[in-house]
């Protein structure tokens, strides 16, 4: 297989459509039953062998402890709980309607009761729809939806990769449910005050310096899949400085600019890996520079600490 196989949204976008509300229908349950970690590190799912994961959470509540997992090579969803119980439904020829009552179904079939705190979608249109009555997202090409899988754990080892050359603090490699991208997040110990005006869930997201990196799929404002980078605050003069490789650019999403990479560009390069590695360490290396990190400590090349091992490696 390719590395980063073709993905292009217009090939899939009904289907995207459809799968995203699928995962914050499950996102929001995940959301009600994981203890609170900082900068959410909770809610969002993992890539897993097959699918994404909720990951294991319950157990509180008369509930018992349980995981949701997307299954995208035989195209099911899955709840499970501790006890060995199972339930088991097709994505295949769902309507967001018909999936948010199985999901439901599903979860009272082994004992969890749920409820899903406002059961709309967040950020996409149609927002005041409930889901449950959200008949007309209702597509899902499997070889679609398995290929953007694919995508995903291909990514998701190179964020791996470029995350271990970091010893600070540094996020998990993770799936965020309410925009659909994969990110992995570096942090200073340098507190941000975002003020009361700000809502509470970017407050708590950026409280402090970040550089993230990460990669999405597309959607109408960026309808080309790409890898992107920004920092948050955003350094004084970070733009004027160059992107690596020279295919990369400057673009505006919403009230933040990012660094952005072209998924196809960096298919079309000698090496893709090495590629998308360079892009993501320019971007970071320039931004910590300018907000006064201390590169050469936080280093950690191949992941390595321990300053003996380092110097037999």
């Not at 990951?55 to 709840?79: C, E, I, K, S, Y």
């Not at 149609?126 to 009555?133: L, T």
């Not at 673009?251 to 660094?259: C, H, K, P, T, V």
Request: proline fraction near 7%; include cysteine; aromatic fraction near 12%.
């Amino acid at each position: 297989m390719d590395l980063f196989p073709a993905i292009p949204l217009s090939e899939w976008r009904d289907s995207k459509e459809t799968l995203h509300r699928f995962t914050q229908i499950v996102g929001k349950i995940r959301l009600a039953n994981s203890a609170r970690r900082n900068h959410w590190w909770n809610v969002p799912f993992h890539v897993s062998g097959r699918g994404v994961t909720t990951r294991p959470m319950g157990g509180t509540d008369g509930n018992p402890l349980f995981t949701m997992d997307f299954d995208f090579v035989d195209h099911h969803l899955t709840v499970s709980s501790l006890d060995g119980s199972t339930a088991s439904f097709p994505l295949a020829g769902q309507s967001v309607a018909s999936f948010y009552r199985e999901t439901l179904a599903a979860l009272d079939g082994v004992g969890v009761a749920v409820t899903v705190a406002h059961p709309r979608p967040y950020g996409l249109p149609g927002a005041q729809r409930p889901f449950a009555e959200d008949t007309e997202h209702a597509s899902y090409d499997p070889f679609w939806v398995n290929r953007h899988w694919q995508v995903l754990s291909q990514v998701s080892l190179v964020l791996e990769e470029f995350a271990s050359g970091f010893a600070g603090k540094t996020s998990p490699v993770h799936l965020f449910w309410h925009s659909y991208d994969i990110a992995v997040t570096r942090f200073s110990d340098r507190f941000v005050e975002l003020g009361a005006s700000v809502d509470p869930v970017t407050r708590e997201a950026y409280s402090r310096e970040v550089i993230s990196s990460g990669f999405w799929f597309g959607d109408d404002a960026s309808p080309r899949p790409a890898f992107y980078a920004y920092a948050a605050p955003e350094p004084d003069g970070l733009t004027g400085h160059p992107l690596r490789p020279a295919a990369a650019r400057w673009a505006e999403r919403g009230m933040s600019r990012l660094a952005v990479l072209d998924y196809d560009e960096v298919r079309g390069s000698a090496n893709p890996r090495e590629t998308v590695l360079d892009f993501y360490a320019s971007l970071y290396r320039t931004a910590a520079g300018l907000a006064g990190w201390d590169i050469e400590r936080q280093s950690c090349p191949g992941g390595i600490t321990d300053p003996l091992a380092r110097g037999q490696a």
